[in-house]
């Protein structure tokens, strides 16, 4: 099983490259998307969640109000650690239970937005880094996201430098063109990446 790292800093495409490696047959574990499984309506971490926030932290459908959960968190590091100590053991669960389905062979892509943030790239056989200017990643959270430019900057502001994530990358991905141009370099990132897979 060769373990691939994704990331890239928002705007970036790092789900499009994700996407369109889970075409052509990696398995593909999506962080955020787990984070987001393991709070659902009707699971403990959810009802964990409630223990630890209040109702308040709810949709008067009982599904979580993440904006509302955010505001308290992102404002006390204590309270945001008391999230994290629910959701990342439930996270990490789900990523074991994955990986354990996945062929021996398998190429298994983890998608992971703050790899560098959180200095997990040792965790991986090879680290792939999505990367674009910042002016570009702008301009796309802008057009495809609908978000102001001051919104924007302040995400990519929140997250690692450019040069942090390109400090960790195995292979870098350069996303500035269209995705014509991002096929073709998914594509010969996948055969090395099979490659290797067959070197063991």
């Known amino acids: 099983m060769l373990k691939i790292g994704l990331t890239g800093g928002i705007g970036s495409g790092k789900s499009e490259v994700s996407k369109r490696l889970a075409a052509r047959g990696a398995v593909v574990i999506d962080a955020d998307k787990i984070a987001?499984?393991?709070?659902?309506?009707?699971?403990?971490?959810?009802?964990?969640?409630?223990?630890t926030f209040g109702e308040e932290v709810l949709h008067?459908?009982?599904?979580?109000?993440?904006?509302?959960?955010?505001?308290?968190?992102?404002?006390?590091?204590d309270r945001l650690a008391a999230l994290n100590a629910i959701v990342h053991p439930?996270?990490?669960e789900r990523v074991a239970d994955l990986q354990s389905q996945a062929d021996a062979d398998a190429i298994?892509?983890?998608?992971?937005?703050?790899l560098a943030e959180n200095r997990l790239a040792p965790m991986y056989d090879v680290v792939i880094v999505v990367d674009a200017a910042d002016e570009v990643r702008i301009a796309r959270l802008?057009?495809?996201?609908?978000?102001?430019?001051?919104?924007?900057?302040?995400?990519?502001?929140?997250?690692?430098?450019?040069?942090?994530?390109?400090?960790?990358?195995?292979?870098?991905?350069?996303?500035?063109g269209d995705l014509d141009d991002l096929e073709a370099k998914?594509?010969?990132?996948?055969d090395a990446l099979v490659t290797r897979s067959w070197r063991g």
């Open 36 to 51: 987001r499984e393991v709070v659902e309506p009707g699971t403990p971490g959810l009802a964990r969640v409630v223990a």
């Open 60 to 77: 008067p459908d009982g599904s979580l109000n993440r904006e509302k959960l955010g505001a308290i968190v992102f404002a006390d590091p």
């Open 90 to 92: 439930l996270v990490g």
């Open 108 to 114: 298994v892509v983890y998608d992971v937005p703050l």
């Open 142 to 176: 802008a057009e495809h996201r609908g978000m102001p430019e001051q919104d924007a900057k302040a995400r990519i502001a929140a997250q690692a430098t450019r040069q942090e994530r390109l400090a960790v990358a195995d292979i870098v991905i350069d996303n500035e």
């Open 186 to 190: 998914v594509s010969q990132v996948w």
